[in-house]
């Protein structure tokens, strides 16, 4: 199994930054496209930002231009630079990475626990 560690989370005031990391551990042979999700209350679990293993990008339209997603694949890690903050960037942060554990195990998908990140007004 691959396990994935957030943090970084916490409270900052709007227009302020964070940095959130994940950090992949356990049975990994590779690790794929690296991805953050964020889910608030209420609301369905949304997809902000993914990197592939070329570091191709992708985000969700609310946070482009203020997000950054980057990856240390020597570390198994993941990072999502988060600048000018919005109280509706208030969610918890999940990691999600789809990653095979030997050479002939199936591709699949593994998830962290969360970071919770709020921004106040």
């Known amino acids: 199994q691959v396990q994935l560690v957030e943090s970084g989370g916490g409270l900052v005031q709007a227009g302020g930054s964070l940095r959130l990391s994940c950090a992949a551990s356990?049975?990994?042979?590779?690790?794929?496209?690296m991805a953050w999700y964020r889910q608030a209350p209420g609301k369905q679990r949304e997809l902000v930002a993914n990197?592939?293993?070329?570091?191709?990008?992708n985000y969700v339209d609310a946070v482009k231009g203020r997000f950054t997603i980057s990856r240390d694949n020597a570390k198994n890690t993941a990072y999502l630079q988060m600048n000018s903050l919005k109280p509706e960037d208030t969610a918890v942060y999940y990691c999600s990475v789809h990653a095979r554990t030997a050479l002939y195990a199936p591709d699949m998908r593994f998830w962290g626990q969360g970071t919770q990140v709020t921004v106040s007004s």
């Open positions: 356990g049975s990994i042979f590779n690790i794929y496209t």
């Open positions: 990197i592939t293993t070329g570091r191709s990008t």
